[in-house]
Structure formats: structure tokens, C-alpha cells
């Protein structure tokens, strides 16, 4: 009776890190409390990224990866930078079977959907930025340190930092020629 009690109460208490758990035990419940935790944020930036359509398969295909890929986690990156990063390259794979990317700067388009002129005007300009620097900035945005966003694309900080300040450099004279 003691061990069902003390295994019922294990199981409802949330992990510091489910996927090291749900790597661990493959118990669906440290998968549900990472779906639960990281999901949002998950379908946030590859929506920034694409359409909502394509964020919502886009997510899926994530958390399949992530069932049929658990055992590669590893608890050097952070759970959610193994997360973005499995569903960034879920992204490219999808944009290049689509042909809607043929290299990684290409330009990804979406439609703007703000009825506000300044948000619209920051949409737009966003959306023409290359992709590469367009993604560095909303994974900032997400609250990405630099070593992190290095981690999840796969190139080295200065490289990062570059594209972060061209991206930057690039809305503010955007956001300058539309207001004045």
C-alpha cells in the first residue's frame, strides 16, 4: 500500500526536466508535461516563421520526432532549445519538400493579419527579412541566449550576432521610411 501510494505521488509530481525523465522512464506523462510546458512557445516561433497551417504540422511533427528520438536528448542544451531545434529543422525539411525554400536565405513570405498600421508595418517588414535573420531575431525574441541560438541553428555566435544586427539594422530603417 506505502510503494503505490509513494509510486502515485512520484508520478504527479511535475519533473525539473520531463524530457530527461521521459527519456528515461518513456512514461507519457513527462511527455504531456513537456507538450504541456513547451508547446505554446514551440508553435509561437515556427509560426513566425511560416503560416499557421504549417505551424500546427509543424509542431506535431515535433513532438513525433521527439517520441521516436528520445534517446538522443541530452542534458547538456536546455529542453527547449532541443525542441526548437528539432522543429526548426522540421521547418526547413518542409519548406524545401515544398519548394517554398530552396536555400536557407530565401525569403519566406506570410500574410500580415493586424488591422494596427504599426504592428502591420513591423509584420511586413519582418516577413522580407532573409530567413536566416529573420529566424536569429524570434528566437531572441523567445528568449534565446546567443550560445543557445547557436546550438539550435547549428553556426557559431559571431555569426549570430551578425545576422541579429543586420536583422535590426534592417526593420529600424524599414520602420524609419514608413513613418516618415
Known amino acids: 500500500m506505502l510503494i503505490a501510494l509513494r509510486s502515485w505521488l512520484k508520478l504527479n509530481t ?7 525523465e521521459y527519456k528515461r522512464t518513456g512514461q507519457d506523462h513527462f511527455l504531456e508535461q513537456a507538450i504541456d510546458e ?6 509561437h516561433f515556427i509560426s513566425s516563421q511560416s503560416n499557421r497551417v504549417l505551424a500546427d504540422d509543424i509542431c506535431q511533427k515535433t513532438w513525433l520526432n521527439v517520441v521516436e528520438k528520445r534517446h538522443t536528448y541530452h542534458q547538456q542544451s536546455t529542453p527547449k532549445a ?3 531545434c ?5 521547418l526547413i525539411d518542409e519548406l524545401r519538400k515544398t519548394k517554398r525554400i530552396v536555400q536557407l536565405d530565401e525569403t519566406t513570405l506570410i500574410a500580415a493579419q493586424s488591422d494596427n498600421t ?6 511586413q517588414a519582418m516577413i522580407t527579412l532573409p530567413f536566416l535573420q529573420r529566424e536569429a531575431l524570434m528566437l531572441q525574441l523567445e528568449g534565446f541566449s546567443l550560445q543557445e541560438i547557436s546550438q539550435i541553428t ?13 536583422a535590426k539594422q534592417y526593420l529600424k530603417a524599414n520602420m524609419e521610411t514608413t513613418d516618415g
Open 154 to 166: 547549428h553556426h557559431n555566435q559571431e555569426t549570430i550576432k551578425t545576422r541579429l544586427r543586420y
Open 86 to 90: 528539432i522543429a526548426r529543422n522540421a
Open 118 to 123: 504599426d504592428v502591420n508595418a513591423l509584420r
Open 82 to 84: 532541443w525542441l526548437f
Open 14 to 20: 511535475p519533473a525539473d526536466d520531463p524530457l530527461h
Open 38 to 43: 513547451y508547446s505554446h512557445d514551440i508553435f
